[in-house]
């Protein structure tokens, strides 16, 4: 086989390490990354496009190499060597892919339990959950909570191990064609939009009034798929205030692209004022509704 | 020596045959039509997404588009395209003189066409919209006829595909000449055999899961319909149990085709014969427990997700052996960069991207995030347009001569690859930047912030519209024009180059010799004999016919 010399080889892998780090750190794919868990999500794509560099510049520098290098010259009828295979080789690069996704798997893990995912409240019983969450149980989500006896997983993400619990700010989501419903069980507001406060854990329970949707804040990574007669979770904690795109992920009829709406982080005194503007709001229009009747 | 034989007429190719060298070109023909179809569904898609809003057409008529356009090339492109090449070349290559069972053979392929023509006709009672993967309750509340139709058309395509895989299956193991043991057929064979375990194992459960979703739909029961109290997520089980291996079947038949055209035009072994032939076997059975890897946002719990995250990127493994091995194969050849080659370098390009990005999405973490965008979108066509179809026609410009005693043109063949080439990554590779950014897909109208980044994937496609051309008039032209073939132009090794171009309606006139393993190139160089350069006996068989 023909191995350029050791030096050029040593050359060569340098700049490629090289090059693989620095634009695993420095790609500029993804948008801003607004909540605890979108931080650690993007340290581990960086990880993953680090590696993924080295090895797309190693394949198609190998493809590219031989092309040129190896390109059968003008009436030159012979053949390459008899090379059947090399068995170091081989186990080499049956060995490092290993090592590599075992590695990418517990560091996935890692960060899939810190973001919540396998919270033993979110994987608990369904009933549990029913009484762990009284409160969320507002009247006009009761009629699905109904239909679902028996024992059942919640699903999607919990609450972080590393979060102290019970000062979550808890908000019901009803997703329907094409629009996202907020409901505020502490206070009884209920928005088109979701209103947060910044540095507190948020826990979005979550379903379907008509066919499956997903809920996704692209600026959180976060995704769930909300489902008719099921409960589902999404947990997360904000930590820049702003307003971000909430967007439906899950193929739900013809306007799929038009369900959107926002998501908007309030610094802690305004996510007091918008409160006290919409349950003053939300009271005026039951008060009117009454005075209607 | 061809003269004595009879030569198939034209008629034959337009009836119902049991030749699997006629059964193959019918296959392909036919899947080349609905690839034309489905391609220009993709392209009013690309024009719709030009602009942000839905100014083209109406959005229930963008996702009949989509649903039609991934259906179409799936079943009626990909899937065929397949068993195309498998009914072609597995009797040649093993040096039988038919499949197993020819008859059955026969009704497979005529099972294709009723079914893609009824599946077309969905679009006069408003097509299906809910999307190639027909997840209910959606399905069941768009369009109920257009629906009806896809499912009726899907099981019929279904049954097509396990009535071909019981074929080479059994041709495989059955047929082959004497001298030739399971480790010295030629790898497509392997591919083939790992390809039909996951058509068997997968397709019943999609007939199920479409079955009962048809219940569902006419009968008024609730197996997956929330409402009734009826499960839309076992649906997704059922539907990913096959759909997952699907991806498999529609990209192990190619990956046989590059380690076929790698050898040839590189003059060289394959790389890792055992090694290649093993991995197919160990991604086909790893393929049947990746399934929920589609769900991850959907109902599934953490540790569910946590068991099939570590199951899909086990798959890196044995894939990337096979890119190493062919990457090695390539490596201090003599490469003849005709339009074949330039094809099989091409797939493993692109490929390498989509299996890199595939490793992504495996991590649940991350899929989290990319899930349902365009960077699945991204990922999953360089999977199968990157791989499949440049591997596919790495295999048309390879065969050709074979199929057809005739050469193509290896100019208007260099141009087809170069555009498809360029036009291919101008299409998909934005596609993953706006992903990640926050474009979800299966949508008709989106926010203008994506928009730049879509006129170039827009103006991509239309340059792969438009590298069809030379295409087809090199295939039409070389047909009826081109220049003679002789029996082996590429100086190959397997079986199939031993008859003539086109072969005999009996395949060969006497039992073929397996003079050498199917890769042994240049032993010419420490030739065993010394007398006899292996060049010198392939010009024999050469001039032989």
Same mark, same amino acid.
């Given at each position: ?132 969450? $009284? ?114 992920? *899950? ?43 | ?24 070109? $019918? ?14 569904? /993709?392209?009013?898609?690309? !024009? *719709? ?8 057409? $109406? ?24 068993? /195309? ?174 380690? *076929? ?30 399934? /929920? ?23 890196? !493994? ?118 990640? $950014? ?16 879509? *006129? ?90």
């Amino acid at each position: 086989m023909n191995i350029p010399s050791n030096i050029i080889t040593l050359i060569a892998g340098i700049a490629l390490t090289l090059i693989s780090l620095w634009y695993g750190q420095n790609h500029g794919l993804l948008p801003i990354a607004a909540s605890e868990e979108a931080a650690e999500i993007d340290g581990l794509f960086n990880f993953m496009m680090t590696i993924a560099t080295g090895l797309f510049l190693l394949v198609e520098g190998v493809l590219v190499y031989s092309v040129i290098r190896f390109r059968r010259r003008k009436g030159d009828t012979t053949d390459g060597p008899p090379v059947e295979g090399n068995v170091p080789l081989e186990i080499v690069w049956t060995a490092i892919p290993t090592i590599i996704v075992f590695i990418l798997a517990v560091y996935s893990f890692d960060v899939y339990n810190t973001m919540g995912g396998l919270d033993p409240m979110a994987s608990h019983d369904y009933l549990a959950s029913h009484d762990h969450h $009284q409160m969320v149980a507002t009247e006009e989500d009761n009629s699905h909570l109904v239909a679902m006896d028996g024992e059942q997983v919640a699903l999607g993400l919990g609450q972080s191990p590393y979060n102290e619990a019970g000062n979550s700010l808890v908000v019901n989501v009803n997703g329907i064609q094409y629009a996202w419903i907020f409901t505020y069980p502490d206070t009884g507001i209920v928005s088109g939009e979701l209103h947060v406060p910044v540095n507190r854990p948020v826990q979005l329970n979550m379903t379907a009034g008509d066919v499956l949707h997903a809920f996704w804040l692209p600026e959180f990574r976060i995704k769930q798929d909300v489902i008719p007669g099921r409960e589902s979770e999404l947990s997360f904690t904000p930590t820049k205030v702003g307003q971000y795109p909430v967007i439906c992920a *899950e193929l739900c009829g013809a306007y799929h692209g038009g369900m959107k709406t926002t998501l908007t982080v309030h610094s802690a005194e305004d996510y007091q004022q918008w409160l006290q503007d919409n349950t003053i709001a939300q009271t005026e229009v039951d008060g009117n509704v009454a005075l209607g009747q | 020596m061809e003269k004595e034989h009879p030569q198939r007429k034209w008629q034959d190719y337009f009836g119902f045959s049991t030749d699997h060298k006629v059964i193959g070109i $019918q296959y392909l023909v036919t899947a080349f039509f609905f690839y034309f179809v489905g391609g220009a569904l /993709a392209e009013a898609m690309r !024009v *719709e997404l030009a602009t942000p809003d839905p100014d083209f057409v $109406q959005p229930e008529f963008y996702n009949q588009l989509m649903t039609m356009h991934g259906s179409i090339m799936l079943f009626l492109w990909i899937l065929p395209a397949g068993a /195309a090449f498998a009914n072609y070349l597995i009797p040649l290559m093993i040096g039988a003189e038919d499949m197993a069972f020819p008859r059955l053979n026969g009704v497979a392929f005529w099972m294709i066409p009723p079914g893609g023509i009824f599946f077309l006709s969905s679009f006069f009672v408003g097509a299906p919209q809910a999307g190639w993967t027909s997840y209910p309750p959606l399905s069941l509340v768009s369009g109920q006829w257009g629906e009806e139709i896809w499912i009726l058309s899907v099981l019929l395509l279904g049954t097509s595909s396990i009535l071909g895989a019981i074929n080479f299956v059994t041709t495989i193991l059955r047929m082959r000449i004497p001298d030739m043991d399971i480790h010295s057929m030629p790898l497509f064979c392997w591919s083939m055999l790992a390809t039909s375990a996951l058509i068997l194992l997968g397709t019943p459960v999609l007939a199920a899961a479409l079955i009962l979703l048809s219940f569902d739909l006419i009968a008024g029961t609730a197996f997956f319909n929330p409402a009734g109290g009826g499960d839309p997520i076992v649906y997704q089980h059922m539907f990913w149990f096959y759909s997952h291996p699907a991806v498999y079947i529609m990209v192990l038949p190619f990956f046989g085709v590059i380690s *076929e055209v790698l050898p040839v035009h590189a003059r060289k072994p394959i790389f890792g014969y055992r090694a290649i032939a093993y991995s197919s076997l160990a991604i086909s059975f790893l393929g049947l427990i990746v399934w /929920a890897h589609h769900m991850f946002t959907s109902g599934t719990p953490g540790w569910l997700r946590m068991f099939f995250m570590a199951t899909t990127m086990i798959i890196a !493994v044995p894939t990337g052996i096979k890119v190493f091995s062919w990457c090695a194969t390539l490596w201090g050849g003599k490469l003849n960069l005709n339009s074949a080659l330039l094809f099989g370098i091409g797939f493993l390009s692109s490929f390498l991207i989509g299996g890199l990005s595939g490793v992504m999405v495996a991590s649940v973490p991350f899929d989290i995030h990319v899930h349902d965008t365009y960077f699945v979108v991204a990922h999953f066509h360089y999977v199968l347009f990157g791989g499949a179809v440049f591997g596919l026609f790495a295999a048309v410009y390879h065969w050709f001569p074979k199929m057809s005693g005739r050469m193509v043109n290896e100019t208007l063949g260099r141009i087809h690859f170069v555009l498809t080439f360029i036009g291919f990554n101008l299409t998909f590779l934005p596609m993953h930047p706006l992903g990640l $950014q926050g474009m979800n897909r299966r949508i008709a109208l989106y926010d203008p912030k994506f928009q730049a980044l879509n *006129e170039l994937v827009s103006i991509g496609s239309y340059i792969l519209a438009v590298s069809t051309f030379p295409f087809i008039i090199n295939i039409v032209w070389s047909v009826f024009k081109g220049e003679k073939a002789p029996r082996n132009p590429w100086r190959a090794l397997t079986l199939e180059w031993q008859t003539a171009s086109p072969p005999i309606i009996e395949n060969f006139e006497e039992e073929p010799v397996l003079w050498a393993g199917p890769y042994e190139y240049g032993i010419d160089i420490e030739s065993v004999d010394g007398d006899e350069e292996v060049e010198d006996m392939l010009a024999e068989v050469g001039s032989s016919s």
